[in-house]
């Protein structure tokens, strides 16, 4: 089956000129052990890194680093880029390992990974600039949203546990440390079949949404 990767470079507001660059970005290592999007990934995880940490400097130049450090963390995490490939049908142009050419659905990881890939291809074409204006109307919403907290990771790991197992996440309380006044929470989570992720906060929800965050990245990727 041919795929129309014009239709993808229109919802992205770009044209590549090297469609292999292009397709050796969206190809996974199942189709193509040699030539696939690793490699390109590892760039475009960086190169969306910066340009995400650069505008959240421009957003709130007054900010405290460890706010911005968590708005960093939820607008560059897998969920995030995985959010984006969805909202760009980039499931549509993955080439995975498929002999009998019927419907594959493609594996979350799959989708964040290629994500990242294709931030990686343009910047490599098209460089810094043109790289930016992509992902900053990509993102757009994401950073409008952008909060001091966490996200729900709390509820977005149990919907992805119950999608996958068919099982709620387990948590149990690790250790409640500190004074009265000011203590410290450590909670840890699994899924079915997995470790246990740790998360600390300064309140037992807290914890919980930090090592539901740490399980949820650590299993999409």
Request: net charge positive; hydrophobic share 40%; with cysteine.
């Amino acid at each position: 089956m041919k795929i129309n990767y014009s239709k993808l470079e229109k919802k992205i507001n770009i044209n590549l000129k090297n469609k292999d660059l292009l397709i050796r970005s969206l190809t996974h290592k199942s189709f193509d052990r040699s030539n696939n999007y690793e490699k390109i990934e590892f760039l475009g995880d960086r190169v969306l890194g910066l340009i995400i940490a650069k505008k959240l400097l421009e957003i709130y130049p007054n900010e405290k680093e460890g706010i911005l450090d968590k708005k960093f963390a939820s607008l560059v995490n897998k969920i995030t880029c995985l959010e984006i490939a969805k909202s760009i049908n980039l499931q549509n142009y993955i080439l995975i390992f498929n002999p009998k050419n019927k419907f594959v659905d493609i594996e979350d990881k799959v989708l964040s990974d290629g994500c990242e890939a294709l931030i990686g291809a343009i910047y490599l074409e098209k460089g810094f600039n043109i790289t930016e204006k992509v992902i900053l109307d990509l993102w757009r919403e994401k950073i409008k949203e952008s909060v001091i907290t966490q996200i729900d990771a709390k509820t977005k790991l149990q919907e992805y546990s119950l999608k996958k197992f068919k099982k709620l996440p387990i948590y149990k309380i690790i250790s409640d440390t500190g004074p009265r006044h000011k203590p410290i929470f450590r909670i840890a989570v699994r899924l079915h079949n997995t470790k246990f992720y740790n998360g600390e906060g300064k309140s037992k929800q807290e914890a919980e949404q930090n090592a539901a965050l740490f399980c949820l990245n650590n299993n999409l990727k």
